[in-house]
Structures are given as structure tokens and as C-alpha cells.
């Protein structure tokens, strides 16, 4: 129960003399409190609206694609900018219209009206896009005024702000909030919608290039894909001689691959056209088509049936889109057309299978709405390889078996067969026991460059030839001697020729059914393609693993330069040999920041390049890092040639001699940007003759990187700057000395938790009342930061400015409770000192408004609390407080302290007050000073130096006499 506190002797006489105090002085302190609330309210501000943009920013870090953006800058920015209505609006490629891709907060009928409007249209939006400038309504009527349009169209919203997005000077659509309220925008807030438009802009351009990049890797992938089918058909069809059995077995294979319903038709000896091999998606329907086409399609004499048209025109035919009209038209009567109608079929093609310039049959591909795909001339191109490649295994099936009676040809035949079973290649070459070529392709002779003498007159010269267009030809030919000394050998390499293709070369040996040996086959297949994809992909996953470390460098310290040396050292392990980053100044002059290589030593040779190079102090460079700081663009240099080093010496012998040393191949430069501001230039550079050679596609990594890094540096310096602010505030809360009091010790230690950035809610304070007499204060404020600044300055003032009115310490803590219920801030603990000297020593009066009790420290050892509990500050207008006196004698000590000592953590353990007694234990006899100290090592050490609280600490000892 609360109880009232003890009342004066002479309450009339007190309270009025106290009453004209308060005249003196709430003036002053009326004054000083305004002031102090103008500054919360500013810094309030400020401090909301960096943390809108970072939760914006957080936002945007994981979203990739357009859409994830759109949802992230709609959604999250509704809430960051307190809106009632927003969206988000991407210009056309007609580069006239905007189209809203997002929103929230509107009527259904409002997005649909202006979902799609002109840029050249009068309304806030297309202003914006059309200026490149924010365009702010702070009231409906000014709107109405400005766009008349947009007069009729009602609207609870008050106030309007239009963003414009803009990457590298050039729109590409803008934002607008919508805000229930009229307001005055303010000159932060007009730089935070800047900041968030560049933010929105360049995460949107980062989506565009992703996406950019994710559909090239499809493209590439479809087409691997296209190459494996058709090794996989080379495979089935060399796998077998009964091309009968072989066929079906490849029209099992295109289904569902190329088509839903596949059918195989091969022309006999007599002329008629015999259905082979049927293959459907759904295998209980073989059959059913089986028995359809034998019902219904045309006798092979009239020729009107379109199978029969491919095969006697050789022409393929493809459907891409099957309209009904064209069942009709094919259609012999209404139940075949019902049928037809039954199949659902959407996109036909037929091919002819073509061998040694003669139709042999040919092969139909159905597409229905099981599948819903429609044939395109890619699709037609596959299917035609697929058609050849057959109509040439049933060829040599048909020659096999008509040659079996020949013995000699029938061994090199099946020979030659198994081995194009073993390599499936495009281009092969067979050589006889001798070294002759029996047999060839006309591939063979695409591959290499080769014609037909080449083969015939002298092979070894051709193999030399072939040789000589590798990247290294001794190697080539080595390889060939290994193959071919042993003759039963096998073996399958890579060829890499100096244009950039790549082969897979087989070699395998010619064995007869007897088991003698008949020669040797030489395949070859370009796979160029094939590994240009994979290396797309490889660098692909590498730009992707490098732009998430990256992410994690670049968040993993407040202090700009070790972000930047690891940012550095990262993309040196694969983007870059050498990397350097340079720093804008205050002063415009340029500062090489870091530099990294993988090489040790090379990082030294390319450090003492700082100590000649001259374009970045020099203003009238047109190129490299001055030329990106001063115009925001990048430089790229695909190849460095010797003569661009001998303009960058400009004259200095010594300069071109180490520039030539590093042996420089490609040069990347880009800026540091963060909105229109730039903080600087980050440089990449490949070396060696060979290094890699920076292209369209490392640029756009480059740029990314970049934005990243100065996004980074400019977070890390406003985090230094609002930590020096919070430091120099929380200095200022803090009395700059501790006053003399004669025959007793004073002592003060502050420890603010985390990293300082925020403004701590303890305080204390020691200063003299009278003659003779001195106060000690130590409180607690709930919070931290620009509140509990208020707070504490709130206190201290009072506090002061209390003594003057009564020495009495319940009392002035009364006063103080008073003025916090009428200033409405947060409420806090205080414990309040009277101290006295005395002969004997001092005496020392505590009052405690929810504070922990002080603790005596007795000369001889003793610990106990002292004091009476009381009610804490700021919450009720008539709190509980008491005070006692005692007195203190030489080597006796007072210990006031705030709850981070006593409720420091390690785990779920706390120090307490048995923690806090072990440690006065261990400095007892110590001054006053080493109690504080004492103390505040084991509150860290008992948290590993991690304060999770404030900590404050006062010790008064008393001197022993002189």
C-alpha cells in the first residue's frame, strides 16, 4: 500500500516559501524543456526515417525479381511512409505509356481506370516520370488545381506524393502515395522519398538483369536438352539392327518429349505405306490408334492422304495451330470428324525420313491439348535430325541385311556399326590396319576444315592439318600415338581448337565377329555449345554465390574499411586479380581506400603504383577512377594495350616500368553511387595473357558490387555519425568532473551497452547544495535513446534546481515526480545523497524513489543495504518516499549503482546481489575509485564484456583524518 509521505513541522510556512521558488525558476526550466523537446521531436524524426529506408532496404536485399520488388516497395513502403494508398507504375517499351504493376489501398474501379495512362498525360505521376523530379501535393485542392483531370475524381486522401524512378539518368516508371491527412512536407522527408525512389529504381534494374539473365540460362539449358534427345535417339538407333523393334523404341522416346502421339510410317518395296511403330501418352490408346488410322486413313494409290503427300513430295508439312475447319476438311465423314474432334489436337507436323537422296517414310508428330504445346520451326528442326537420323538407321539396316550373302562387307559393316553404337559422334573417320581411310562423312570434313583429297591422298598430312588448329597441336598428336599403339585401345579426350570450339573425340578399334582386327574408327562431336552453356551456368552460380558473400561482407561490421577490404578480398578470389577502391573526401580529393590481390607481393607492387600514379588528384582526367567519380560512369577496357599504359605514364619512365610489370590484360571501373551522390570508384583488373576478359556481363556484376559497397559505406557513415551524436549527447548528460569534497573520496564509472549508438537511460550526477553540504544522485530512465535523453535531462535540471528550494532528499525527489507527471515522460529510479561532513566524518541522507538501496561498505568488511525502499518516479502523484540518515567514519563507503550491475546475464544466469557483494569483498581497503572499478569488471566479466544494460556506479568513501 502506498503511504503519504512525512509532512515538515511547520507545513504552511514551508509550502509557501517553496511555493515562491517554483515562481523563480519554472521559467527557466520551462525554457530548457521546450528546447529539449524541439531537439527529441527533430531527432525523433530523423531517426524514423533512416529506419523506414533501412527496412526498405532490408526488403529489397531479397527480392530478385520484378514482381518481389513491386510487392516489397507497395507493401513495406505503405507502412514506411504511414500511407493510406500506393503504387507502383513501370514505363513501356513504346517508352510513351506507364503501367500500374502494383497496388494497394485503392477502389478496384480506380485501379482499373488508370491502369494504363500516357506520360505525356496532365497528372501528378506523368509529371514526375516526365521531369524526373518529386512532385509533392499537400492538399487535395492543390491537386485539383494543378490536374484539373483529376478534379472529379473523389477521394478521402489529403495529400499526394509522386516519385520519380530513374536509373542512370533515364526514367523507368515512378511511385505515388496517397496520405489521409494534409501535411507539409519537410526537406528530410523530400530526401528520404529521393532516396527511397533511387533504392525502388535500382532494385527494379537488378530485377530486369537477374531475369535477363535467368531466361538466357533457359534458352541455353532447352538447347542442351535438344542435344541429349538427339544423342539419345543416335544411341537407340545404333543400338540394334532390327530397326523395326528400333523405330518404336524411338518413338517411345519422343513421347511426351517432342509430341503426345507419335507415329512412324516407312514406304515398302511395293509403294504402299506401312504403319511401323505408334506411340501415345496414354498407352491404352496404341491400340485405338492403331485401328484409327487403319479405318480411316486414304489407300496409299490416291495419294490424297497427307502422310503420303510428305513422303511422295519429300516437303514436311507443320501445322502450328489445328483449327476445326481443317478437320472438317480433312475429315471423310461426320463420325471421322467426331473423332477427330475427340482427339484435342492442337499443332501437327509430319517429316519425311530421307537416305541417300530418297524418301523412305515418315514420321508424324501430334501435339494435343493434354499437352498444349504448339509446334514451332525449332521444334521442326529437332524433329527433322530425329527423322534423318532414323531414315539413315533404317538404311544401313536395309544395306546390312542386303548385303549379309558378302561375308568381307558384312564384317566391316557390322564393324562400323558397333562402333558408332559406342561413340554416337557427328563426324568419323575409319582407317584401315595400315593407316588408310576407308570411310568417311561429310561432317568429318566440316569439323576440321578438310576436303576430300585431304583424306584420300596422304591421311597423315591431314592429321597434321587437324593438328594444327588446336591450342596445342604437339598435345593432339601425342594423344593420337597413344591411342593408336596399342590396337585394341579405346579412348575419348577433348580437342580444343585456337577459335574457341570445343570437340569430344572417340577412338575405338574395328574387331569382327571373328575377333580380328579390321581397323580403326575415329569420332568426333562439337560440343561447343553444350560447354558454353555450362560455363554460363558455372558463372552464373558463381555471380550469384559472390553477390551473396558479398551481401554477407558487406553487413558484417559498422566500420566502412573492413567492409570494403572484405568486399575486396572477395572478388579477388575469382572476379579480379587485383582490386582497388578509392574514396571520394571532403575536400573532392581522392583517397585509395584499399587495395587487395591474391598475390602478396603483386599487393605491394600495385600499392607502390599509388606513390606515381597521377589521374586521381588530377581534375582533367578523362578516364579511370576520376573520370567515374566526376561523371558517374563507368570505364571499361576489354584488352589494355601498351599504348594506353604509356598515356597513363604521361612521361614517367618509372611509372610505364612497373605499369608494364603487372602485365594488366582487363580493366573494369565503376562508381560508388548512392543516389545522385558519389563516394567513389571501385576498380577490377585481370592480368596475364590469358586472364579473363571483362564483358557486358561482368560489368553488370561490377555495377551491382558497386551499388552494394556504397550502399554499405554510406550505412556504416551515418551509423558513425549517429554514434559520434549519441556519444557527445550522452557525454553531455554526464557531469564533465566530479567536485572536491574535503575528507571524502568521490568515485564515477559509466558503461553504456551495445555499441554506443543509442543514448543510455542511466545517469548520475554530484554537485554542492550548500556550505558544507554536496548531493549525490544516481538514476535509472526506462529506454533508451532521445526519450530517455529528455528524461535524464529532465532530472538532473530538477534535481538542481530542487536543492534550492529544500535540502531534504524525499522532498526534492517529490518535486521531481511532480515534473515528470507534468512533462509526461517515461518514469525512471533515482536514489538521492545528502552528504554532510562532519567531524567524525560525514553523514549521508538517502531517499530512493524505486531505486535499488545503497550499499555500506563499513571500514572493518561489513556489507549492508541502507535506506528505505520507495515508490519509482514519473507514475503516481503521491509516490511512497522516505529517507535515513548515518554516519560515516574513515575507510567507510556508500555504494550507489543502477540494475545492469546486479542483473548482468550469462545465459539465464544473473549476478545479483551475492555477485556484487563478492566483488565489494574483494576491494575492501581499496579506494573509492578501485570499488567503482571493482564493481564494473565484474558486471562485464560475468556478461563477457557484452553489456546488455547500462551501467552506473557512484562510491563515496570517507578519508581517514589528517
Known amino acids: 500500500m502506498l503511504r503519504t509521505p512525512e509532512q515538515p513541522a511547520n507545513p504552511k510556512t514551508l509550502e509557501e516559501n517553496e511555493s515562491n521558488l517554483t515562481v523563480r525558476t519554472s521559467g527557466t526550466l520551462e525554457s530548457e524543456l521546450s528546447v529539449e523537446r524541439s531537439l527529441r521531436e527533430r531527432a525523433q524524426r530523423t531517426a524514423g526515417l533512416l529506419w523506414r529506408l533501412q527496412s526498405l532496404t532490408a526488403a529489397f536485399a531479397g527480392a530478385q525479381t520484378t514482381d518481389e520488388i513491386a510487392d516489397a516497395v507497395v507493401t513495406t513502403g505503405l507502412a514506411a511512409m504511414d500511407a493510406e494508398s500506393g503504387a507502383l507504375a513501370l514505363l513501356n517499351h513504346d517508352g510513351t505509356t506507364l503501367t500500374i504493376i502494383r497496388a494497394a489501398g485503392y477502389h478496384s474501379d480506380v485501379e482499373t481506370q488508370w491502369k494504363t495512362f500516357a506520360v505525356s498525360d496532365d497528372l501528378p505521376l506523368s509529371e514526375a516520370v516526365r521531369t524526373r523530379e518529386l512532385v509533392l501535393l499537400e492538399s487535395q485542392e492543390e491537386r485539383d488545381g494543378r490536374y484539373p483531370k483529376l478534379a472529379a475524381q473523389q477521394t478521402p486522401n489529403q495529400s499526394f506524393a509522386c516519385v520519380p524512378l530513374v536509373v542512370e539518368l533515364r526514367a523507368v516508371g515512378g511511385l505515388t502515395y496517397s496520405f489521409g491527412d494534409q501535411r507539409l512536407f519537410t526537406d528530410d522527408e523530400r530526401s528520404f522519398l529521393l532516396a527511397l525512389g533511387q533504392l525502388t529504381a535500382q532494385a527494379l534494374e537488378r530485377a530486369r538483369l537477374y531475369e535477363a539473365e535467368h531466361d538466357a540460362f533457359e534458352r541455353a539449358e532447352d538447347g542442351a536438352g535438344r542435344l541429349r534427345f538427339l544423342a539419345q535417339t543416335s544411341d537407340l538407333l545404333a543400338s540394334s539392327l532390327e530397326y523395326e523393334q528400333t523405330l518404336q523404341t524411338v518413338a517411345r522416346s519422343c513421347v511426351p518429349k517432342l509430341a503426345d502421339w507419335c507415329v512412324v510410317d516407312l514406304l515398302a518395296d511395293d509403294g504402299t505405306v506401312r504403319t511401323l511403330a505408334v506411340e501415345h501418352v496414354d498407352p491404352e490408346k496404341v491400340d485405338w490408334a492403331l485401328r484409327l488410322r487403319e479405318r480411316f486413313d486414304p489407300p496409299a494409290d490416291t495419294g490424297t492422304g497427307a502422310v503420303q503427300r510428305v513422303i511422295r513430295s519429300g516437303v514436311p508439312e507443320l501445322y502450328e495451330q489445328v483449327s476445326d475447319q481443317a478437320l472438317i476438311d480433312g475429315a471423310q465423314d461426320e463420325e471421322h470428324l467426331a473423332i477427330l474432334r475427340e482427339l484435342g489436337m492442337t499443332s501437327v507436323m509430319i517429316l519425311p525420313m530421307r537416305a541417300r537422296d530418297r524418301v523412305i517414310g515418315a514420321i508424324t508428330f501430334v501435339a494435343t491439348t493434354e499437352s498444349g504445346r504448339h509446334y514451332t520451326p525449332e521444334d521442326i528442326n529437332l524433329a527433322h535430325e530425329v527423322a534423318h537420323r532414323s531414315a539413315v538407321a533404317v538404311e544401313n539396316a536395309r544395306l546390312f541385311r542386303d548385303v549379309r550373302g558378302v561375308e568381307e562387307d558384312l564384317r566391316l559393316q557390322a564393324a562400323l556399326l558397333r562402333a558408332q553404337g559406342e561413340a554416337m559422334l557427328d563426324g568419323f573417320v575409319v582407317t584401315d590396319t595400315q593407316g588408310k581411310v576407308l570411310m568417311h562423312n561429310r561432317r568429318v570434313l566440316e569439323l576440321f576444315n578438310l576436303t576430300e583429297e585431304d583424306l584420300s591422298a596422304d591421311y597423315a598430312r591431314a592429321v597434321r592439318k587437324k593438328a594444327a588448329q588446336t591450342v596445342d597441336p604437339d598435345a593432339y598428336l601425342e594423344r593420337r600415338r597413344e591411342l593408336t599403339m596399342d590396337p585394341h585401345n579405346s579412348g575419348r579426350d577433348q580437342i580444343v581448337f585456337r577459335d ?218 551515418l551509423f558513425e555519425e549517429h554514434t559520434h551524436i549519441s556519444r557527445t549527447l550522452q557525454r553531455s548528460l554526464l557531469p564533465p568532473h566530479l567536485p572536491e569534497i574535503p575528507g571524502v573520496e568521490v568515485a564515477a564509472r559509466y558503461h553504456a551497452s551495445g555499441e554506443g549508438y543509442e543514448v543510455g537511460g542511466d545517469f548520475y550526477d554530484v554537485f554542492k547544495t550548500a556550505r558544507g553540504e554536496w548531493a549525490i544522485v544516481l538514476g535509472d530512465v526506462c529506454g533508451k535513446g532521445a526519450d530517455a535523453a529528455a528524461t535524464t535531462a529532465l532530472a538532473r535540471h530538477t534535481l538542481r534546481a530542487a536543492t534550492v528550494q529544500t535540502r531534504k532528499p524525499h522532498r526534492i525527489l517529490s518535486m521531481l515526480n511532480e515534473a515528470m507527471l507534468r512533462s509526461e515522460q517515461p518514469f525512471c529510479t533515482v536514489a538521492y545523497a545528502r552528504v554532510q561532513k562532519v567531524n567524525s566524518g560525514a553523514r549521508v541522507t538517502v531517499a530512493c524513489g524505486g531505486h535499488p538501496l545503497p550499499l555500506l561498505v563499513r571500514a572493518g568488511g561489513a556489507i549492508q543495504t541502507f535506506g528505505r525502499p520507495g515508490t519509482l518516479l514519473g507514475c503516481f502523484p503521491e509516490p511512497a518516499l522516505h529517507e535515513e540518515a548515518l554516519d560515516l567514519h574513515a575507510g567507510d563507503a556508500v555504494v550507489l549503482y543502477t540494475d545492469g550491475v546486479t542483473e548482468a546475464r550469462r545465459g539465464s544466469n544473473v549476478m545479483g546481489e551475492a555477485g556484487l557483494h563478492a566483488a565489494l569483498v574483494r576491494s575492501v581497503g581499496g579506494s573509492a575509485g578501485d570499488i567503482a572499478d571493482a564493481i564494473e569488471q565484474a558486471a562485464l566479466d560475468y556478461q563477457e564484456g557484452d553489456a546488455r544494460d547500462d551501467i552506473a556506479i557512484v562510491v563515496l568513501k570517507v578519508l581517514p583524518a589528517d
Not at 603 to 627: H, I, K, N
Open 500 to 717: 574457341g570450339r570445343v570437340f569430344d573425340r572417340w577412338s575405338a578399334p574395328l574387331i569382327d565377329e571373328a575377333g580380328e582386327l579390321r581397323g580403326r574408327a575415329w569420332y568426333y562431336r562439337d560440343v561447343t555449345i553444350e560447354r558454353r552453356a555450362a560455363k554460363q551456368l558455372e558463372e552464373g552460380q558463381q555471380r550469384a554465390a559472390l553477390l551473396a558473400e558479398a551481401g554477407g561482407a558487406l553487413t558484417s561490421s559498422t566500420d566502412y574499411l573492413v567492409l570494403l577490404r572484405r568486399l575486396a578480398g572477395l572478388v579477388t578470389e575469382w572476379f579480379a586479380d587485383w582490386c582497388a577502391i578509392d574514396l571520394l573526401q571532403r575536400d573532392r580529393s581522392i583517397e585509395r581506400a584499399v587495395i587487395a590481390s591474391r598475390d602478396e607481393e603483386k599487393t605491394a607492387l600495385v600499392s607502390s603504383v599509388d606513390a606515381l600514379r597521377r589521374y586521381p588528384s588530377d581534375p582533367t582526367a578523362s578516364e579511370g577512377v576520376r573520370r567515374a567519380i566526376e561523371t558517374g560512369q563507368w570505364d571499361m577496357r576489354e584488352q589494355i594495350r601498351d599504348e594506353w599504359l604509356v598515356r597513363e605514364a604521361r612521361g614517367s619512365e618509372d611509372y610505364l616500368a612497373v605499369l608494364r610489370s603487372l602485365n594488366l590484360h582487363s580493366h573494369l571501373c565503376v562508381p560508388l553511387a548512392v543516389g545522385d551522390r558519389i563516394l567513389g570508384a571501385i576498380t577490377f583488373v585481370t592480368t596475364g595473357d590469358a586472364g579473363r576478359v571483362y564483358g557486358p556481363a561482368d560489368l553488370a556484376l561490377a555495377q551491382e558490387l558497386a551499388f552494394r559497397a556504397a550502399s554499405a559505406v554510406e550505412h556504416a557513415r
